[in-house]
């Protein structure tokens, strides 16, 4: 069964930093894309960033950019987003989702950029 | 970026009976490969998202027959031939061909 697990989300005051985790399992996570996406609450999905399946290859939504980094471990199956010089407009749900099209998404975790 | 719009952004439905939601894209989503990347994607209440169509029309394992997806170009549409009470939710539509990948507004499916 294909499983991706998130963790790390919590509180955080703007200006802070957080590290999101997604275990993979389930499928052989080292030939997959991967990618981050989040949803403000009540609102809508918006990518966030993309790595393939080696790691040699990262992309940003420009909202991120410069800010965040996403990372995989394809040894421990593990992908990462580290989250620097957070805003209020980041707080949301991020999920991580598997393949280039997002055919799998974990179950999410929040984070929430606030004094 | 690719802009998606969907339509209706909220669809009130008799249980049984059928439901259809658009999505236009702001520009083809016909690859050089010559696939055409728009996948189908619901939102259960309290859930994350579920993939349920790729490259148009083609069903995810597990997705009811009832589901269905069709279109070209810039003009898709989701169908449902008749709903059932665990089809409430939101659905997406998401282009996978143009970087960054985006989502349309999303579609709440609620029953009458």
């Known amino acids: 069964e294909v499983q991706l697990v998130e963790s790390g989300g919590g509180l955080v005051q703007p200006g802070g930093s957080l590290r999101l985790s997604c275990a993979a399992s389930g499928f052989n996570f080292r030939n997959y894309w991967m990618n981050w996406v989040r949803q403000a609450p009540g609102k809508g999905l918006v990518w966030v960033s993309r790595i393939n399946s080696d790691g040699s290859s990262t992309s940003y939504a420009d909202s991120v950019k410069g800010r965040f980094t996403i990372s995989r471990d394809n040894a421990k199956n593990t992908l990462d987003l580290q989250m620097n010089s957070l805003r209020a407009e980041d707080t949301a749900v991020y999920f991580c989702a598997s393949g280039y099209q997002m055919d799998f998404w974990g179950q999410g975790t929040l984070v929430t950029a606030s004094s | 970026d690719v802009v998606m719009t969907q339509s209706p952004l909220s669809l009130p439905v008799t249980l049984g009976q059928p439901a259809s939601i658009s999505c236009r894209s702001s520009?083809?989503?016909?690859?050089?490969?010559?696939?055409?990347?728009l996948n189908w994607l619901q939102q259960r209440p309290g859930q994350s998202p579920r993939h349920l169509i790729h490259?148009?029309?083609d069903r995810d394992s597990g997705v009811p027959d009832r589901f269905s997806g069709s279109g070209s170009g810039t003009d898709f549409t989701l169908k449902i031939s008749r709903v059932e009470a665990e089809d409430v939710g939101v659905y997406y539509c998401m282009q996978g061909t143009h970087w960054p990948p985006t989502f349309g507004q999303g579609t709440k499916v609620e029953i009458k």
């Open positions: 520009q083809s989503l016909v690859h050089s490969d010559g696939n055409t990347y």
């Open positions: 490259k148009v029309s």
